[in-house]
């Protein structure tokens, strides 16, 4: 790798696949670098990537948080490090685990922050779920390194399945809890919370009943919905996922594939938009929709459960149509 810098104009990065290893039967690592050498700009604890992928067009755009090192004592890495769990009935990670290789090409966006890790918390309750791990561990190794107060808990069914369980204790230490579902059943949240010091936050990435859960159980304990910040993983694809056509207002009709989202089938058709976060979270890419008898699969964060139900808007980025193939959009 060289010194070399990216022009900061640049939104993708012409990258390649440097490395890979499996990490459990279902979840393998990835090393990205550049694909002339250069090195990749670093990444905040908590951030990630788009990538995209599936030939000239990338037909997949996928997001995947940056681990960083495994080691608090290794210095930055020139490459970025993700992992990315197989679903064999989502196309995108399927796609990955068949085909990505040492030296296969890809477009990589620079890093994305928009699941921050506060400086100066007084205490940071970290919690993972599975493959929820990626932007907790880089959380963990950031408040150990600069010896803030925190304390970690990674839960899954078994130990194999869980990628970066060593990692995790090494790096942690008495501060980390390990969690099998299968020995000790699931973890009572309630409890967890309300065993914190005063001022704790929290921040959870894992599956969304895992996430519910816990804000649920914080509401419950008259926690300030701020205190608890989350990420939620692939919120805009789903195994049974159809393709639809969006037909704009000056007629045009644009197709949107099964494993594409309507957000990234507008830009590819020179559609102007605007997004941010990509996830559902900001609403940023919020568009009016024409009345008509489409049913709107609402997979954001954003929207209340009012707007929701008036139908007449929708994040793009992750949200679809359930009930029909066909969709009319107010742009």
């Not at 997001?63 to 960083?68: D, E, N, P, R």
Request: glycine content about 12%; charged content about 25%.
């Amino acid at each position: 790798m060289t010194a070399k810098q990216w022009p900061a104009a640049s939104k993708y990065l012409d990258a390649r696949i440097v490395g890979r290893r499996d990490l459990t039967e279902r979840i393998s690592e990835f090393l990205i670098g550049g694909a002339d050498g250069a090195a990749l700009p670093p990444g905040d604890a908590g951030s990630h990537i788009e990538l995209r992928f599936g030939g000239p067009a990338g037909r997949f755009l996928r997001h995947y948080s940056l681990i960083g090192p495994l080691s608090p004592e290794k210095s930055p890495e020139p490459f970025w490090r993700i992992a990315v769990q197989r679903e064999d009935r989502f196309r995108g990670s399927a796609f990955i685990h068949a085909t990505f290789r040492e030296g296969t090409r890809l477009r990589v966006s620079r890093p994305i922050g928009t699941f921050r890790l506060g400086r100066n918390v007084p205490h940071a309750l970290l919690v993972a779920g599975g493959v929820g791990i990626t932007p907790i561990l880089p959380m963990m190794r950031s408040l150990s390194f600069r010896n803030r107060p925190f304390h970690m808990v990674y839960a899954g069914r078994r130990r194999e399945e869980m990628a970066y369980a060593d990692e995790v204790e090494a790096i942690g230490g008495d501060h980390a809890t390990i969690l099998e579902a299968d020995r000790s059943g699931f973890p009572d949240l309630r409890a967890l919370l309300a065993g914190q010091p005063e001022g704790t936050v929290v921040y959870v990435c894992g599956p969304g009943p895992m996430i519910d859960a816990l804000t649920t159980a914080a509401a419950g304990l008259g926690w300030d919905h701020g205190r608890v910040r989350y990420e939620v993983f692939n919120a805009a694809h789903r195994p049974d996922d159809h393709g639809l056509t969006v037909e704009l207002r000056d007629g045009r009709l644009i197709e949107v594939g099964a494993g594409t989202t309507i957000l990234d089938a507008l830009e590819q058709a020179g559609v102007d938009t605007l997004s941010d976060c990509r996830r559902g979270e900001c609403g940023l890419c919020l568009t009016d929709v024409v009345p008509g008898d489409a049913v709107i699969d609402h997979r954001d964060s954003f929207l209340s459960e009012a707007e929701r139900a008036e139908g007449r808007q929708m994040c793009v980025c992750c949200s679809r149509v359930a009930n029909a193939s066909k969709l009319k959009l107010a742009i």
